[in-house]
């Protein structure tokens, strides 16, 4: 019985900080400039920006966006120019900094007689050790066609401790494209609540 009871309490030791994670959501920190008017079915047509290879992950990403883009009211070029050109950048950089991502977690069982006492204790550290912390970057452009005029301009930064981007890369998104267009010039804090 003792045994059971120390064996749920370890468990639920190791799983709370999995748990807590899993439940403080996504942050971010999102700009946008723009001289936007309501979308009237423009369409659009999605392209990297310099240094992005036109590739699986970013046709992965692009759709993202695109899908972002169709519910706000724009359509996506299905062939001949478009009235809007996107260009979707990204990226992934080591920041420098080390975050110790969880406690150190001590274990302790004791028994104590008369004149004797006896106790078994260790510690481990749930995180592995320091990791490096990484930044995590969307940028987007919007110009008209024609003219080349930006007309909006994007960028959400986010941090965290996967080398990936990929995993990140639908809350990016997501914030970037939180009360789109959003207040031209302001730099706004967004935190999306934890999937269900």
């Given at each position: 019985m003792l045994y059971q009871m120390l064996?749920?309490?370890?468990?639920?030791?190791?799983?709370?900080?999995?748990?807590?994670?899993?439940?403080?959501?996504?942050?971010?920190?999102?700009?946008?400039?723009?001289?936007?008017?309501?979308?009237?079915?423009?369409?659009?047509?999605?392209?990297?920006?310099?240094?992005?290879?036109?590739?699986?992950?970013?046709?992965?990403?692009?759709?993202?966006?695109?899908?972002?883009?169709?519910?706000?009211?724009?359509?996506?070029?299905?062939?001949?120019?478009?009235?809007?050109?996107?260009?979707?950048?990204?990226?992934?950089?080591?920041?420098?900094?080390?975050?110790?991502?969880?406690?150190?977690?001590?274990?302790?069982?004791?028994?104590?007689?008369?004149?004797?006492?006896?106790?078994?204790?260790?510690?481990?550290?749930?995180?592995?050790?320091?990791?490096?912390?990484?930044?995590?970057?969307?940028?987007?452009?919007?110009?008209?066609?024609?003219?080349?005029?930006?007309?909006?301009?994007?960028?959400?930064?986010?941090?965290?401790?996967?080398?990936?981007?990929?995993p990140v890369m639908p809350e990016l998104?997501?914030?970037?494209?939180?009360?789109?267009?959003?207040?031209?010039?302001?730099?706004?804090?967004?935190?999306?609540?934890?999937?269900?």
């Open positions: 064996r749920s309490s370890v468990l639920l030791i190791l799983l709370g900080p999995v748990l807590a994670a899993c439940a403080t959501g996504f942050e971010a920190d999102v700009t946008r400039f723009h001289s936007l008017n309501q979308p009237n079915g423009e369409t659009v047509t999605i392209q990297p920006a310099p240094g992005i290879e036109m590739g699986p992950e970013f046709t992965s990403y692009a759709n993202l966006v695109g899908d972002r883009l169709a519910a706000e009211g724009y359509r996506p070029a299905a062939s001949g120019p478009a009235d809007i050109v996107a260009t979707l950048g990204y990226a992934v950089r080591p920041t420098g900094a080390v975050e110790d991502e969880g406690p150190q977690v001590g274990i302790g069982m004791g028994t104590a007689g008369r004149h004797t006492a006896f106790g078994v204790g260790t510690g481990f550290s749930l995180s592995g050790g320091p990791k490096q912390v990484y930044m995590y970057d969307l940028s987007l452009v919007l110009s008209a066609a024609d003219t080349g005029d930006h007309i909006f301009e994007g960028r959400a930064v986010a941090r965290g401790t996967d080398t990936t981007l990929s998104v997501a914030a970037l494209f939180t009360d789109f267009p959003g207040v031209s010039g302001e730099t706004r804090h967004v935190k999306l609540k934890p999937a269900q």
